[in-house]
């Protein structure tokens, strides 16, 4: 057993902290521990951004573009910043990607984890110095544990893995891997399987904030099969809070699943969003000049816009996190109602133009300079 490490002392090594996830942590964790040290390490892929993290950088944050595949560059991080701590966000994320070029998954999500692991444990179990306090978080998926029925109870952290996309097949071997040198060197980890995040910096080809920018820019709102598919959403501050509770209070060698009791299905989080921004054009006539090809500008309901494509290949039907245990044992609770987590993010889009803009892609760019020219 590694000696505890108390929070406070904990330097963090924050991998893909310029993503969606990892940059709304790094922001939660310094309001939490202002003096604290944090270094992120982020290939600045298509889904990292660096601009996530303008208001941290330069004293409360040091950034280093680097692939978390690069060993020695991990080692060296580990050891000039003496950091003690890793919390492990760098991953390939979306699924239709996944299904479309595997091989980028599998090394990042696979590779890129055992990279780390490597360099963790030559830093802190093989060194000179002997077994340094320390912790690695690895922060996986819900998607791991497969799919539900409709009456078939949540996910727990015993539930057998079952992953049905090779986004979710490169999460579990992770998983695996993490557990591995757990188990095999000593090295001291924690690992949380969380349910579908939204909120703040969170990237447009994902569905909450590409139903946002399409509804903004008159695009079609595509919804796979019959919409029907039901994820259970947590608001990411929510996910962030459970991440420190874990770093702070978390039994080594354990799991937890953090979810926000909250399933919806996608046709249902689709028209919540419409009906959200139906009312916000409604209170701020200004919403309609700057952008006049959105539906409540010319008069017409967000839903409008809707449209029903073909179903991806292998589309779980149901994701559903028990949360029992960290509830229990750490005492989280997720702060948000999913309500009130939708109407923060619309609103953080709405005032955030200059973050999301340039991340449309020139394709994206060409169609609205297309649309607005006719």
């Not at 595997?102 to 802190?124: C, E, M, V, Y």
Request: hydrophobic content about 35%.
């Amino acid at each position: 057993m590694v000696e505890k490490l108390a929070a406070a002392k904990m330097r963090l090594l924050v991998t893909g902290g310029a993503g969606f996830i990892g940059a709304n942590f790094c922001h939660y964790w310094r309001c939490r521990y202002p003096q604290g040290t944090l270094v992120v390490l982020d290939a600045l892929t298509y889904a990292g951004n660096r601009a996530s993290l303008s208001s941290l950088e330069g004293q409360a944050c040091t950034f280093v573009a680097g692939d978390i595949n690069d060993t020695p560059l991990v080692e060296k991080l580990l050891q000039e910043h003496e950091l003690n701590t890793i919390v492990h966000f760098a991953a390939e994320s979306h699924v239709d990607r996944s299904i479309h070029d595997p091989d980028a998954f599998l090394n990042t999500n696979i590779l890129g984890t055992h990279s780390l692991l490597r360099a963790a444990r030559k830093q802190w179990l093989d060194g000179p110095q002997g077994v340094i306090p320390h912790r690695f978080h690895h922060i996986s998926t819900d998607e791991v544990y497969g799919t539900l029925g409709p009456q078939d109870p949540a996910f727990r952290e015993d539930t057998p893995y079952a992953p049905n996309s090779p986004y979710a097949a490169s999460k579990a071997a992770s998983d695996h891997l993490v557990r591995a040198y757990q188990h095999t060197y000593g090295l001291c980890t924690t690992t949380s399987n969380c349910s579908n995040n939204y909120g703040p910096y969170h990237f447009p080809e994902k569905l909450i904030p590409l139903v946002i920018l399409n509804i903004l820019h008159g695009r079609p709102l595509p919804i796979y099969g019959d919409g029907q598919q039901i994820r259970d959403w947590l608001f990411v501050e929510d996910h962030c809070q459970g991440i420190a509770l874990i770093l702070e209070q978390g039994v080594e060698g354990e799991n937890y699943n953090i979810g926000g009791h909250n399933e919806w299905a996608n046709l249902d989080i689709v028209r919540l969003i419409c009906r959200l921004l139906d009312e916000a054009f409604a209170a701020d006539a200004t919403l309609a000049e700057r952008y006049p090809h959105a539906a409540p500008s010319q008069g017409k309901p967000a839903e409008s816009l809707i449209s029903y494509v073909k179903d991806r290949p292998g589309h779980d039907r149901r994701y559903a996190i028990d949360a029992s245990k960290i509830g229990r044992e750490l005492g989280y609770t997720p702060q948000h109602s999913f309500e009130e987590g939708i109407r923060k993010t619309v609103d953080w889009y709405l005032q955030n133009t200059g973050w999301w803009q340039p991340l449309l892609g020139e394709q994206y760019a060409q169609w609205v300079q297309k649309q607005y020219a006719s």
